[in-house]
T-cell receptor, first 116, second 111 residues
């Protein structure tokens, strides 16, 4: 398996523009997580899905952020409109659960977002 | 989830064992100790996890004290490629608690 695949690897945009980050989880994994990493706040969980259904989005910073998972092999994180403070590295991770426990998270390489 | 305390940074000589400590004095009975690492410009990578018994895999060993209030991750023969930030996380393992990664320990392996 190629692992968790994220695109784009880097995104530079101007304030006010819409940004869409994409993630393909590992085939067969039933959990998908979106994280954001900044120097100030470290790695934070934004939202996670189980079997394509959003379970907890309490980490999403505000309504400008939205995430979807239309099928088991694809998820998007959208920011509209983007702001400079959204600049960060966004990671997608997937996992296979067992007895409701998430033993291992497999992370993608991340998307480095810069909002000018 | 229980809070963890790790040293900010550590150095280790190449080829020697790297012992990374983690304090989690408020750990609950149903919480696991997980270790991940993040090499520069990459996503975090799972290393190992345990509940109360010591664990070993191809990457590392995890030693958990009998009272479970602290643990040590051991990289038996550190290489330059082990230079990374190592995160100790205590969690029930239920998806909703996975996870907030704290500051971690920045391990520098030196030749």
């Amino acid at each position: 398996d190629a692992g968790v695949i994220q695109s784009p690897r880097h995104e530079v945009t101007e304030m006010g523009q819409e940004v869409t980050l994409r993630c393909k989880p590992i085939s067969g994994h039933d959990y998908l997580f979106w994280y954001r990493q900044t120097m100030m706040r470290g790695l934070e969980l934004l939202i996670y899905f189980n079997n394509n259904v959003p379970i907890d989005d309490s980490g999403m910073p505000e309504d400008r952020f939205s995430a979807k998972m239309p099928n088991a092999s694809f998820s998007t994180l959208k920011i509209q409109p983007s702001e400079p403070r959204d600049s960060a590295v966004y990671f997608c991770a997937s996992s296979l659960s067992g007895l409701r426990l998430v033993e291992k998270l497999f992370f993608g390489s991340g998307t480095q977002l810069s909002v000018l | 989830d229980a809070k963890t305390t790790q040293p900010t940074s550590m150095d280790c000589a190449e080829g020697r064992a790297a012992n990374l400590p983690c304090n989690h004095s408020t750990i609950s009975g149903n919480e696991y100790v997980y270790w991940y690492r993040q090499i520069h410009s990459q996503g975090p990578q799972y290393i190992i996890h345990g509940l109360k018994n010591n664990e070993t895999n191809e990457m590392a060993s995890l030693i958990i004290t009998e009272d479970r209030k602290s643990s040590t991750l051991i990289l038996p023969h550190a290489t330059l490629r082990d230079t990374a930030v190592y995160y100790c996380i205590v969690t029930t393992g239920i998806a909703g608690n996975m996870l907030t990664f704290g500051g971690g320990t920045r391990l520098m392996v030196k030749p």
